[in-house]
């Protein structure tokens, strides 16, 4: 079983610190349950702008540990039975361990939409509009 975590970059601090967003993140943590190793998977290898769900599958990610969650990628992620957990802290290692204990909790689609703080329907997690943060 794989975890996924975005991380702020992929050098020895970098890579230790989990990105705010998992939607933005330039970098991912692929971290392996059963041998206990982890590969840094990072965009600027690749000819893509965000981690897509083919690339989430062909990776064999089933799990996925992030702080925040955009709506629409909550969908797509929820429909395709892709775990999402709440990230707790910035340490990668941490959560990875949280993890393993049972400590972190599941996103809801209730979390999701108690986070919306845009002020009409447009939404930079739907459209092309920058109206939300």
């Known amino acids: 079983m794989k975890a996924c975590i975005p991380i702020m970059g992929n050098n020895t601090l970098q890579k230790e610190r989990v990105a705010n967003d998992f939607y933005k993140a330039q970098h991912y943590c692929i971290y392996d349950f059963d041998t206990d190793a982890s590969v840094i998977y990072s965009l600027s ?4 702008i965000y981690m897509s769900l083919s690339e989430i599958k062909k990776q064999g990610i ?3 540990i992030t702080p925040n969650l955009r709506p629409m990628a909550a969908k797509i992620l929820f429909e395709n039975e892709i775990e999402v957990y709440k990230a707790v802290g910035n340490v990668t290692k941490e959560n990875i361990d949280h993890y393993k204990r049972g400590l972190l909790q599941d996103f809801t689609e209730t979390m999701i939409e108690s ?19």
Do not use: E, R
């Open 62 to 64: 089933q799990i996925i």
């Open 45 to 48: 290898d690749t000819n893509t």
């Open 115 to 133: 986070k919306k703080d845009c002020a009409s329907q447009s939404c930079a997690s739907c459209s092309s509009s920058d109206s939300c943060h």
